[in-house]
């Protein structure tokens, strides 16, 4: 049976990127992504909620992200879900971010090109 893990996202950067440099020489950029979502409850009053989704790219996805992606800025992003498990005080917690794929910048500003980044991620 064919599986299939792909995830797409349209929201503003959430903090400023941080990057790093991994122990095997890879370039690594993590942020946060903010999605909105809006509707209208039964007595016709808009609500919104802010979910909030932690972003990672790798290798020229990366230096795209840390030169790009300011808080605020307005995204498109394809990737893929990940699950992390780890122990604290004893219980089993897990942490979901998305490995990103491919970014598109959809506030274009006039000092960048337009760009779409594609890339294989780790």
């Known amino acids: 049976m064919a ?4 995830v797409q996202l349209i929201g503003r950067v959430g903090r400023e990127p941080e990057s790093k440099t991994t122990a095997n020489d890879k370039h690594l950029c993590t942020f946060t992504l903010a999605v ?6 039964r007595s016709g009053e808009v609500k919104k ?6 972003m990672e790219a790798w290798g020229k996805t ?5 030169k790009y992606g300011q808080k605020g800025r307005l995204v498109f992003i394809e990737g893929q879900l990940r699950t992390q498990r780890y122990e604290s005080n004893g219980e089993t917690k897990y942490f979901t971010k998305t490995i990103i794929d491919n970014i598109q ?5 006039e000092e960048e090109p337009e760009m779409d980044v594609v890339e294989e991620t780790e």
């Open 3 to 6: 599986s299939l893990n792909r």
């Open 62 to 66: 990366a230096d795209i992200c840390e």
């Open 49 to 54: 909620e802010t979910d909030w989704f932690n």
């Open 36 to 41: 909105e979502r809006r509707w209208k409850d």
């Open 105 to 109: 910048f959809l506030d274009w500003r």
